[in-house]
């Protein structure tokens, strides 16, 4: 994997992924995201959503093509929380300014994680425990843990899909906010046709596996998203035109 010099985020060039046991998983994949834009991806389950963000990530390795990843700094949210139970939400968000040694001074890591908790609505719950928490707390603990390493590119795979959809939409607008702020490039898996319209700038289908793209849709909606967006004739048009396509992915 390379690193990109352009104005793309990342970049996958014809990105294949054929597993030991014989299973593809991808096959020529070509996608591009740019910085400052925001892409979810939407597919069949085992299409290899995932898995895209996994290269991306430098987690797996593609075995045809090429992804090249501007990827000074790059943030990963899971479908789990995966925070450390004996630690408070304000030692989990330090976390990764530990093990990076990018803030060696303990009150600066300590100020950096407090802001990003007080960034995602936690602030009076740093002394809390994991399990004192809901889970859509947990996940935004997550979220400033991330945020901390000031991500150049930030990858969700799926995280707000065990939460019920009042706290769903919450977090999707919460995200959406924090991508307008901090200018990263987002890439967000979801099984959700909504959520992926209600957060992103552009919607990516994939056929089932192996999986590839066969459609992409711009969302025209601008910076200004919430309630009355949801509520829309215009939002209702275009997720009801991105799930025909999911369908049609989902037999090809």
């Not at 990342?10 to 996608?31: E, H, I, K, P, Y």
């Not at 309630?227 to 997720?239: G, I, K, N």
Request: hydrophobic share 40%; charged share 25%; with cysteine.
């Amino acid at each position: 994997m390379a690193t990109t010099t352009t104005e793309n985020a990342v970049d996958f060039d014809r990105v294949g992924l054929t597993f030991a046991n014989g299973t593809t998983a991808l096959t020529d994949v070509s996608l591009r995201i740019r910085k400052g834009e925001f892409v979810s991806i939407v597919g069949p389950s085992g299409c290899g959503k995932s898995t895209l963000l996994r290269i991306a990530s430098g987690l797996s390795a593609a075995t045809a093509g090429q992804c090249d990843v501007a990827r000074s700094h790059v943030g990963y949210v899971f479908q789990d929380a995966t925070l450390l139970p004996w630690r408070t939400a304000l030692r989990n968000v330090e976390l990764f300014g530990e093990l990076s040694g990018a803030r060696s001074d303990k009150a600066a890591r300590k100020a950096a994680a407090k802001r990003t908790l007080d960034e995602v609505g936690l602030a009076g719950f740093e002394d809390h425990l994991p399990h004192q928490l809901s889970g859509g707390m947990r996940m935004r603990v997550s979220l400033a843990r991330s945020l901390t390493i000031e991500p150049d590119l930030f990858l969700f795979d799926e995280p707000f899909g065990a939460l019920d959809e009042i706290t769903r939409d919450r977090l999707n607008d919460l995200v959406f906010d924090l991508f307008l702020e901090h200018g990263f490039a987002g890439m967000f898996v979801t099984h959700s046709v909504r959520e992926a319209v209600a957060m992103s700038t552009r919607v990516v289908v994939m056929t089932g596996r192996p999986g590839s793209i066969i459609e992409e849709f711009e969302v025209p909606f601008g910076e200004n998203r919430g309630p009355e967006l949801r509520e829309s004739p215009e939002f209702a048009d275009l997720v009801a035109r991105v799930g025909h396509s999911l369908r049609g992915a989902s037999v090809v």
